[in-house]
DNA sequence: GTTGCGCAGATTTTT
DNA sequence: TCTGCGCAAC
């Protein structure tokens, strides 16, 4: 096999295969491309068996791209080869041994969503008030011990110590696993230390899979959280054979139990392990590697990598300082037009920001240029209404112990079993220990026995009807019939179907046609898989939320900083760059180590730039109902001056940009004066010196020329006509202040 | 069951 | 300012 496409570090990378390696991969140093290669190795020289190697990531897009470029570079079948993600690979895992834990192998995956309702009822139950103590909360709580690896019955380390400190809580944690085990249900974080549990508890079917993968790679590595660590270190125990890919600088998602420790500690795990770093860059200009590598050079939690590129020097960042937010997105909207003029294409141009609220600004003043765009991770597919309507029918019929599922349905479309009825029958479940459903067949079989809840005529017969339907379609399940043709027949005899046709408003419509893409989907799926079933279709809904996308259309991306991961841009606009949005007030209130994640964040989102970058900040943004000064944020500071110019933007002249922002203040000094208002008075002084500024003849970024220094730029701008003073930073690093009045200054 | 009011809260969201 | 919710009233 020819590795000569490599450079030398990539070829270490693909060579070492045998023993613990650690490849730390700076952004955009052609990470999948040395693990595709590393596997292909794997295969074609090592005649290793597709079976024995087992790749996983954290996300489907990573495991997607892999699996595609392997596809066709290897001649070998890739058939058994094993790259997926985490929580499938866990999935299939519990499905074939679920026995063991007392699942049975159709078990429902529940999603945040769902955890989230079944922890309310819990609270219910238990006549706690949500606002004194929030499900969000709980979940966050249980997720946590999760992430932590711990299911019940684990011996407790010091880290989950610390949570059952919290008595209550952890209760409530000990019921919802009972309530989902009831259910046949496992969430997210369940799925993995289902596997860990599973391990623990069978050493004879760990040691199969311990066996069984001589090869495991993992990607993605900074995403992973201590549970994953722990499946990961038990599953290539045998043969020692890890190989983690990942890159410290761009985790991201602490917050949902990455752990950097799985970084920093993996030498003292295995104190064998190679260290190999991929530092050279082929992605972007040198101009926006250098800015990029000093700004996360900031940071103490990393490794530390130098990344470096043979690119050009290319284009400087752009700094753009807008008025406020309108013109930041008019700003944005004009100079996408700039590049379609030059003959740049949409799909070249993406848009970043923050959070996602500030996808609208852009949007409009994209529409307003007539510019298609996709908006990445907006509303969620299966997330709507109907869809989850219809994904509840098809669970209840693939496991019917999903008691969940079928209290969102039992009155989907209204067939008269109000909440009485129902609180009727949950009851009477809990009393004879079956599921909802199950209760529910009882009385179809034998209504007499059931004559104590006296259930109305119109409610039994609902019962009956919907028991029969579901029935009907578990019968074609193990006939082998196509999802599809279940899911149309649980559409139409449901009545689901028939209410929205008669539903004439434009909501009924746009329900309908969701329902009709529900349907592409399963097609798709369908075609997609050698043995399609509901249960595998469901799995992969739940556990890939990715709606397949129209695919070659020219359109602009607009996406957060955090979908922008893994993603390249010839042309990447970084929006809202300022104190309080990004780095984000919460981390600014948490503390360094919330703020080192939002440089990591930062240094994601200036990477994904290939040829040019521009980073903008509005001077005063509407937010909250209120305008907001939030000032330029501290990583633009971060940025060495050599890297960007500054630019001012506005609509409109300088002299009614300028007018317009006396106003502002002086609207503001009429209004009335709480105590938040002191923050607010010191920041709108600032703003108006940086207007004034920007009123000079030396704004702040313009290049100059000193008789006696030579070139440089100017930092600072302060006082006006007579008065103004520029501070200017020399080529050669040094900084002077000059009146402007008496200094030999040209603009260059 | 649906509609409407009042109130709190308002990062990120690979699975 | 906008949204999403829980709860009360039709």
Redesign the pocket.
Same mark, same amino acid.
């Given at each position: 096999m020819n590795l000569d496409f490599l450079n030398e570090s990539q070829r270490q990378a693909v060579l070492m295969t045998d023993g613990p390696v650690m490849i730390l991969a700076g952004a955009g140093s052609g990470k999948t491309r040395t693990l595709v290669a590393r596997i292909q190795y794997l295969l074609e020289e090592k005649r290793v068996s597709p079976y024995q190697i087992l790749a996983v990531t #954290?996300?489907? /897009? @990573?495991a997607r791209e892999m699996r595609e470029r392997l596809a066709v570079n290897t001649s070998v079948n890739v058939g058994t080869l094993q790259v997926t *993600? #985490?929580? =499938?690979f866990c999935a299939k895992v519990l499905r074939m041994e679920a026995t063991y834990l007392g699942l049975s192998k159709n078990f429902t995956i529940y999603?945040?969503g769902e955890s989230q309702s079944i922890i $309310?009822a819990i609270l219910t139950k238990r006549g706690i008030n949500? $606002?004194e103590l929030s499900p969000y909360t709980v979940a966050a709580f249980i997720d946590g011990l999760k992430n932590l690896g711990y299911y019940m019955g684990l011996a407790r380390n010091a880290d989950v110590e610390k949570y059952a400190e919290d008595k209550r809580l952890f209760d409530i944690f000990m019921e919802y696993e009972a309530e989902l085990h009831r259910s046949n249900a496992v969430d997210?974080g369940g799925l993995i230390t289902g596997v860990l549990n599973l391990f623990r508890s069978y050493p004879e079917v760990l040691q199969k899979y311990q066996q069984k993968f001589k090869y495991v790679l993992v990607d993605?590595y900074q995403?992973t959280n201590r549970a994953q660590f722990d499946l990961i270190l038990q599953l290539s125990q045998t043969h020692r054979n890890l190989c983690v890919v990942g890159d410290e600088d761009q985790s991201?998602?602490s &917050?949902?139990g @990455?752990d950097i420790r799985n970084i920093l500690d993996y030498e003292s795990v295995f104190p064998e392990a190679k260290l190999i770093k991929l530092e050279q860059n082929y992605r972007s200009s040198k101009k926006i590697i250098e800015a990029a590598s000093e700004v996360i050079s900031r940071n103490l939690a990393r490794k530390g990598k130098q990344m470096w590129t043979d690119n050009d020097e290319g284009e400087e960042i752009r700094i753009v300082e807008c008025r406020d937010d309108k013109a930041e997105a008019d700003f944005v909207g004009q100079q996408i037009r700039h590049l379609v003029q030059e003959g740049v294409s949409l799909k070249d141009i993406a848009v970043f920001y923050?959070?996602? @609220?500030h996808s609208r600004t852009i949007e409009d003043a994209l529409r307003k240029e007539k510019f298609p765009y996709r908006v990445v =991770?907006g509303i /969620?597919f299966y997330d709507r209404k109907e869809i989850k309507d219809m994904i509840s029918y098809m669970r209840v019929v693939v496991n019917k112990k999903d008691s969940l599922a079928l209290t969102r349905i039992i009155?989907t479309p209204?067939r008269? +079993?109000? =909440?009485t009825s129902l609180r009727k029958l949950e009851d009477e479940a809990v009393r004879l220990q079956l599921s909802l459903f199950e209760l529910l067949e009882k009385i179809v079989e034998s209504p007499a026995e059931f004559k104590h809840l006296s259930l109305s005529g119109k409610v039994q017969s609902a019962v009956y009807q919907l028991v029969h339907l579901i029935q009907e379609v578990q019968v074609l399940e193990t006939q082998n019939h196509s999802p599809s043709f279940s899911y149309e027949k649980l559409l139409n005899e449901s009545g689901y179907y028939e209410v929205l046709r008669a539903d004439k408003s434009y909501e009924g419509a746009a329900r309908l046609e969701n329902l009709e893409e529900l349907m592409s989907a399963i097609k798709q799926f369908e075609d997609s898989e050698n043995e399609p079933n509901m249960v595998k279709f469901l799995e992969t809904i739940t556990?890939? *939320? *990715?709606v397949s996308e129209d695919g070659s259309t020219d359109q602009v991306s607009l996406? *957060?900083v955090?979908?922008s /991961?893994g993603l390249e841009y010839p042309y990447v606009f970084l929006i809202g760059i300022e104190e309080n949005i990004f780095p984000?007030? /919460?981390?600014l209130e +948490?503390g360094p180590v919330?703020l080192e994640e939002?440089r990591r964040?930062f240094y994601v989102a200036m990477t994904r730039a290939m040829k040019q970058l521009t980073i903008t900040f509005a001077q005063s943004r509407?937010l &909250?109902?209120s305008i907001k000064f939030n000032g330029p944020s501290q990583f633009l500071h971060e940025i060495p001056a050599q890297y960007y110019r500054w630019d001012f933007f506005q609509t409109g002249s300088k002299k009614a940009q300028f007018d317009n922002y006396s106003q502002s203040y002086d609207d503001w000094d009429q209004s009335n004066h709480s105590s938040d208002d002191q923050v607010f008075y010191k920041e709108k002084v600032y703003q108006t010196k940086k207007a004034v500024a920007n009123l000079s003849n030396y704004p702040s970024g313009s290049k100059i020329v000193h008789a006696l220094y030579g070139e440089g730029t100017v930092l600072d701008t302060e006082g006006l006509g007579q008065d103004e003073k520029v501070t200017i930073l020399f080529r050669d690093g040094v900084r002077k202040k000059f009146m402007v009045k008496f200094a030999p200054l040209q603009k260059a």
């Open positions: #954290f996300s489907n /897009k @990573a *993600t #985490f929580h =499938a999603d945040d $309310k949500q $606002k997210f993605e995403d991201i998602y &917050w949902r @990455a923050r959070n996602n @609220a =991770a /969620k009155n209204a008269g +079993v109000g =909440a556990l890939d *939320t *990715t996406m *957060t955090h979908g /991961k984000s007030y /919460k981390s +948490v919330a939002e964040l509407l &909250w109902g």
